[in-house]
């Protein structure tokens, strides 16, 4: 029971404070631009006034249209039951480990590429075909990351690398190309653009063009789960951190703070980036992720020689 | 006796080898088959062998009587001229079986060598029946020549086996002749289907097929 | 049974041959069995509704038949146990699948697949007559379990060029990478469920071939051959995913993604002949598990897909998929199954995909673990391309469902499809369930391989358990990782159903249903939707230095500057047919027309040919 309660509230914690890294990272953008943009809780007060709002359907769309959002939800959710965030080792690890993560963040996309395809519109097809094709060059780097931890720790489980460990230069490599990885996946410049809707250069946001309201809202929450996850596990692997003590408040107090701060790191460097490169051509996506799996292959190569 | 019956038997294959139209050469098949006849129901009787009468009696019944009037009935029913296309003259042709039957002769004494003059003779005449039966095969056009070609060349295979060994396995007979009958049923339809589309037998002219 | 025989008219002797000693039923005869009977069963079902209205009645109970000599062929080629019994079924497997091939006469695309179909396969049989030919000289008999205890005396040489003669005659008819090139033939043209059954089953009795060949009776204890397996398989893998997303035609999509399966089987069957070479049984057999529980996944679910593209193209007329479209409204039923068999094919939790991708990559890190540093690298390498095959055939899956089944409807023959009759349904909701099934009972389906996998690996697996309890699989135990599908399922269905609840929490909302939005398009026709070409063209750039593709375009004009019609078209090389197959088959046409010459067509000429022949050597013979 107290197990399944550490998810749930897991879960929650998710749910509360993804939207607010969303925002953090336009706030940095912002800064930089020297602009004043939009407050740090915009996605906040986005997803109250999507979720006030009503739906408009397209006629041509099928059931499909109607259950993805649940599906992606769902999907996103379920990967992040596997991140251990207060105890290492959640009790979710028996239901799968770091390979199934891969397979499920496919579940999700699997089922928005067709329904971008279900309502018939040129922009939802551009979405998804550009989506299958970098989601299909992202997968092999994804196995190689977590082969190198697995010839690193020895298994597959996300619990097994979260824990105090040496930094190897595996381990850098290894959070480098899962870094490429996680700009692909989260559609950030330079693969992506999230705030434009062009034709040319819209992926993501091509495949939800359609949506409004309520599975608008939850199709964002779950993009913003997905990209919490991600600088999760990049920052798990650069920044180890210990379990907690909780020994008395002023260590819990920093305990807290460091691991925040971790993750918001991780978040900041994904902005400088959106942020110093243009976005690239799409077929130069695939150069892109070549070099993230040349690096795969590196980070596998120091691994093997023990580095 | 045995001699008699040889002779008529080599009389048979000359009239076969010279005859210039289908119904001759039909005719002298069935004088051939009907001396093997008489050979085997002889030694039937000598041996008192009951699986030789029968298998004396499906020779007649097969290749004196039934099969000769199945080819009978095929050339009526293909309706043509009854020339079998001749590739080498009567004349030439029986000049060649005489050389054959030396040759067999030849064959026989030197590479064989049976022992007594019956065996040397019959053995001879055996050879001499196979030859004439691929001669029939090689030079006469018409596909009728090829089918008693063939029908000739088992009676020679008979004639041998029944002097080496004493006939063939009882079943082995009966299967034997059970294919000679239905393969002359099968070929008789071929030839029909040919002249149906050709409107000849020819064979040589097969060779207007080649792709 | 008893045959007499007689001799001079006397009976001679009674031979007695028992029948039972042509059979073995050991547990991984009786796991190919059980592949054949369960998808068989909703073929046979499928196909009553299948051909009734398509072909005349005598046809159909010509096709019943061929039918039944099929199913009952290929279950005694997996349950023999003599060397020569086993060919003389193989024969009979692909004599009668090739008149199945060209079933619909008619079309004479037919008749040129089953053509190129028979030609390979009986190449593929030469080679496996030469194999155990070779076999037998060596064990003086033809029974497999002798011929195994002779194979353990035999010469290092003659065992590679046994492994060698098998890999090439079972590979022919398995379908890797480059013997491949029937498939994409062969399968579009047959009758669905026949194309559900060559693709689900024969190919399989390939694998069963391999594993009872090279792994039960020959042995293996060269680490190269499990190495020479796991390469080829990559390469099907490959190249079977990327031919797969540039095709539009559903069924030689899907026959594409036979081969690329059969890779994803030969990795599992490659690590375990690996390790076996190596030593390492509880690895060997946990492989082989994977292997085998793919390759009875892939039985089911490219069944499923290939009994919806027949419903599908008997419902609209076309198995082009750029010509379909919409038709989930108009065949719910069918698109439910085809969603079912495309998420299985895709590898998405929790259906049975998922379970034995997931093993396969298992058994790769267990193996590199254990293995030296090169190993390691390429057993990493291996695996990598593994997840980027899945990726790509999640990719050419969303295409294919997506394009033919939904918005619009892109031709009359769209408009015009009709749900299919309830056998065909019932055919397909029975593979559909077995999907759900097989990938909920993970860990019971699990025990009943690795009893399989030891009878083919003659290790005892009675003190292996691969999974902790019911629910939860589990490669080692000390690595603390698990695997629950049943509970992944709870958990992905609770997620839904909170996220359900959000979105009803704040009360009923108002949708209104209009037309697509497309930015303001409002003039939304069925040409504003996305193609197949162009789903596939970013792929098709990436990978263009396989694929080579190259367009024509032709414009029509008025005038130089008025453009009338402008068409464009764009092709893929085929480059297997074209650098390999093509110039082989020129060859041997060249030197048939120079033999030809040989040859003036007259019948007393070869007559005369045969006569001489024999003539001379009974004369220069003289020893007979």
């Known amino acids: ?307 | 006796m045995q001699g008699m019956i040889l002779l008529g038997i080599l009389v048979s294959t000359c009239l076969m080898v010279i005859a210039k139209r289908m119904p001759s050469l039909i005719r002298s098949f069935r004088l051939q088959s009907f001396c093997l006849f008489l050979a085997t129901f002889i030694i039937a009787l000598g041996e008192h062998r009951p699986d030789l009468y029968i298998v004396a009696g499906l020779l007649f019944a097969l290749k004196v009587l039934l099969i000769p009037h199945l080819l009978y009935r095929i050339i009526k029913k293909i309706n043509t001229n009854e020339d079998l296309g001749l590739f080498i003259n009567p004349q030439l042709s029986l000049l060649l079986i005489l050389v054959f039957t030396y040759l067999s002769w030849v064959f026989t004494v030197y590479f064989i060598a049976p022992g007594d003059q019956t065996q040397i003779s019959t053995l001879s005449i055996a050879f001499l029946i196979v030859l004439a039966g691929i001669f029939l095969m090689i030079f006469r056009m018409t596909a009728l020549a090829q089918i008693i070609g063939l029908l000739v060349m088992e009676n020679g295979l008979f004639l041998l086996a029944a002097t080496v060994s004493g006939g063939m396995p009882f079943f082995v007979e009966i299967a034997i002749f059970f294919d000679i009958f239905v393969s002359v049923i099968i070929m008789g339809f071929f030839v029909y289907r040919i002249n149906k589309f050709f409107t000849h037998i020819d064979v040589n002219k097969l060779s207007r097929l080649k792709g | 049974m008893r045959f007499f025989s007689f001799y001079r008219g006397y009976a001679v002797k009674m031979i007695n041959i028992p029948l039972k000693q042509f059979f073995l039923f050991d547990p991984l005869s009786l796991f190919f069995l059980s592949v054949i009977f369960v998808v068989s069963l909703p073929a046979a079902v499928y196909s009553v509704g299948y051909l009734r209205g398509g072909y005349s009645s005598a046809k159909i109970t010509l096709s019943w038949f061929l039918f039944f000599v099929f199913i009952l062929s290929m279950a005694l080629v997996v349950t023999v146990s003599n060397a020569l019994v086993f060919l003389v079924f193989w024969e009979i497997m692909s004599l009668v699948s090739y008149f199945l091939v060209v079933f619909d006469t008619n079309h004479e695309r037919s008749v040129q697949a089953g053509m190129i179909y028979i030609v390979m396969t009986h190449i593929g049989t030469a080679f496996l007559t030469a194999a155990f030919l070779l076999m037998y000289k060596h064990a003086n008999s033809f029974d497999f379990l002798a011929i195994k205890n002779a194979c353990q005396t035999m010469p290092a040489q003659t065992r590679n060029i046994i492994f060698i003669l098998l890999l090439i005659g079972f590979g022919t008819k398995a379908g890797i990478v480059p013997l491949h090139l029937w498939l994409p033939y062969a399968h579009p043209q047959a009758p669905s469920h026949i194309s559900s059954l060559m693709s689900g089953v024969m190919i399989k009795t390939a694998i069963y071939g391999l594993i009872r060949f090279v792994m039960f009776i020959l042995g293996v204890d060269s680490s190269w051959w499990g190495i020479l397996i796991l390469i080829l398989a990559v390469i099907s893998c490959l190249v079977g995913v990327i031919y797969a997303l540039m095709e539009h035609d559903l069924k030689r999509l899907l026959a594409y993604h036979s081969v690329e399966n059969i890779g994803i089987i030969l990795l599992g069957v490659g690590l375990a002949m690996f390790f076996l070479s190596v030593n390492m049984p509880y690895l060997a057999v946990f492989s082989l598990i994977a292997g085998l529980y793919h390759l009875i996944n892939h039985a089911i679910f490219k069944g499923l897909l290939f009994l919806c593209a027949g419903s599908v193209y008997k419902a609209a007329g076309t198995r082009d998929i750029e010509k379909l479209g919409g038709l989930i409204k108009k065949m719910p039923q069918t698109a439910v199954c085809f969603l079912i068999g495309a998420m299985a094919i895709s590898a998405l939790p929790p259906l049975n995909g998922f379970v034995s991708e997931w093993l396969t990559l298992q058994a790769f890190f267990l193996g590199a673990a254990n293995a030296a540093g090169g190993a390691k690298l390429f057993l990493g390498l291996c695996a990598a391309m593994l997840a980027l095959t899945s990726g790509l055939a999640a990719a050419c899956f969303v295409k294919a469902f997506g394009i033919t089944f939904l918005a619009q409807p892109r031709s009359r023959y769209a408009e015009n499809a009709r749900e299919v009759s309830l056998s065909m349904k019932a055919g397909m909701f029975f593979l559909a369930a077995l999907t759900i099934v097989f990938g909920l009972a993970a860990a019971g389906i699990m025990k009943l391989l690795a009893k399989a996998a030891g009878a083919a690996t003659g290790i005892d697996t009675g003190s292996m358990s691969f999974s902790l309890n019911n629910f939860i699989l589990s490669p080692q135990v000390s690595r603390n990782t698990y695997l629950s599908t049943p509970l992944l399922a709870l958990a992905l269905a609770a997620l839904g159903i909170a996220g359900f609840g959000i979105y009803m929490a704040f009360g009923r909302q108002k949708a209104i249903a209009c037309k697509t939005w497309d930015c303001g398009y409002y003039k939304l026709s069925p040409r504003n939707e996305y193609t197949a070409t162009a789903f596939s063209k970013p792929l098709r750039i990436a990978f263009s230095f396989f694929l080579l593709p190259y367009r024509k375009t032709r414009k029509i004009r008025e005038s130089f500057y008025l453009v009338k019609s402008f068409t464009y078209e764009t092709h893929t090389t085929q480059v297997f047919k074209k650098y390999i197959y093509d110039p082989a088959l020129a060859l041997v046409l060249k030197s048939a027309k120079s033999l030809r010459r040989m040859q003036p067509g007259s019948i007393h000429l070869y007559i005369g040919y045969i006569f001489i022949t024999v003539l001379l050597l009974i004369i220069f013979m003289r020893k007979f």
């Not at chain 1, 953090?24 to 912002?30: E, R, V, Y």
């Not at chain 1, 922009?123 to 092999?140: C, D, K, Q, T």
Request: with cysteine; proline share 4%; net charge neutral.
């Open chain 1, 1 to 307: 029971m107290m197990k399944i309660a550490v998810i749930i509230l897991q879960l929650v914690l998710f749910i509360v404070f993804a939207p607010f890294l969303s925002g953090l990272i336009a706030k940095i953008k912002n800064n930089v631009r020297m602009r004043r943009g939009p407050s740090v809780f915009q996605p906040y007060y986005n997803l109250a006034k999507l979720f006030s709002k009503g739906q408009a359907v397209s006629e041509t769309a099928s059931w499909i249209f109607k259950v993805t959002p649940f599906v992606v939800f769902s999907s996103m959710f379920a990967a992040a039951m596997f991140i251990p965030v207060f105890i290492f080792s959640t009790s979710a690890h028996y239901l799968g480990d770091f390979l199934a993560v891969i397979f499920i963040f496919s579940l999700g996309r699997f089922f928005l590429a067709l329904a971008a395809l279900d309502t018939g519109s040129s922009f939802g097809g551009m979405g998804s075909s550009r989506e299958m094709f970098i989601s299909s060059l992202a997968e092999p780097v994804f196995c190689l990351v977590i082969f190198t931890l697995f010839l690193q720790f020895g298994s597959t489980d996300i619990a097994a690398f979260s824990g105090i460990h040496p930094l190897s230069a595996s381990s850098v490599v290894a959070a480098t190309a899962l870094f490429l990885v996680t700009i692909a996946e989260t559609s950030r410049i330079p693969v992506d653009n999230q705030e434009t809707h062009l034709e040319l250069t819209m992926i993501h946001e091509a495949m939800v063009l359609e949506y409004s309201g309520r599975s608008l809202a939850l199709l964002e929450m779950a993009a913003y789960v997905k990209q919490m996850i991600f600088f999760f596990l990049v920052a798990q692997i650069i920044f180890p951190i210990a379990a907690p003590g909780l020994s008395g408040l002023i260590p819990s107090v920093l305990w807290i703070l460091w691991y925040s701060a971790r993750i918001i790191i991780v978040a900041a460097l994904a902005a400088l980036v959106e942020i110093s490169v243009a976005k690239m051509r799409l077929f130069r996506v695939a150069d892109f992720l070549g070099f993230a799996f040349i690096l795969g292959i590196i980070a596998v190569v120091c691994a093997i020689l023990g580095v």
